[in-house]
């Protein structure tokens, strides 16, 4: 194990250290069948030692003056770096989604030991759904790190659309315990 900026991981997860710790911030959303929203978001990377890395993530819709007005999505799961720098992500919703992801890491900037940009772009292989999910078929993500923010972006294919944009957002790292940072 190795010692980082963000405590002690596994080799195997330094080219992902940047995203370990809990995030918050706000994003957008829109697509073809839905009205354009903002919401809110929260997000946590972590690591009890294993090589591998949990996420969960929750979000809210927001109103024009940024306050929260219900629960949107939550999702959960699991980032493994594999060689070569490539990546598998492993997510379920509870609106009856369960997804397996493939993907790239790519570390843009490291400065004193520590990765200040960097990137994971990944695809869909597998989505799954229970006979009561929305048609979805199809996904993209992209995360990076950018002058200390978390910036993200989905695009999908659902719904009989072909693939578009569906949410973004930038996310601030917080220390935990600290709300503030939305």
């Known amino acids: 194990m190795a010692a980082t900026a963000v405590g002690v991981l596994p080799k195997e ?3 992902l250290s940047w995203l370990v710790g809990h995030w918050v911030g706000v994003g957008t959303g829109q697509y073809p069948t839905i009205a354009d929203f903002r919401f ?3 997000v946590s990377f972590a690591c009890d030692g294993r090589p591998f890395i949990s996420y ?3 979000s809210w819709l927001l109103d024009d003056d940024g306050n929260r007005v219900r629960p949107l999505g939550t999702e959960t799961g699991f980032w493994r770096p594999r060689p070569d720098n490539r990546l598998e992500m492993q997510l379920a919703h509870p609106t009856g989604y369960a997804e397996v992801w493939y993907g790239q890491i ?3 900037g490291i400065e004193d030991a520590v990765i200040t940009g960097a990137r994971a772009e990944l695809r869909t292989d597998v989505v799954a759904r229970t006979q009561s999910a929305k048609e ?3 996904g993209h993500r992209l995360y990076g790190l950018v002058e200390d923010r978390l910036l993200w ?4 294919a659902a719904m009989g659309q072909q693939m578009t944009n569906h949410l973004a957002a930038t996310l601030t790292r917080i220390a935990e315990g600290d709300e503030s940072g939305e």
């Not at 972006?153 to 999908?156: E, I, K, L, V, W």
Request: glycine share 6%.
């Open 13 to 15: 997860l330094l080219p």
């Open 40 to 42: 809110g978001q929260e």
């Open 136 to 138: 979805y078929t199809d």
């Open 106 to 108: 790519e570390v843009t």
């Open 56 to 58: 969960w993530s929750r």
């Open 153 to 156: 972006t989905f695009d999908m």
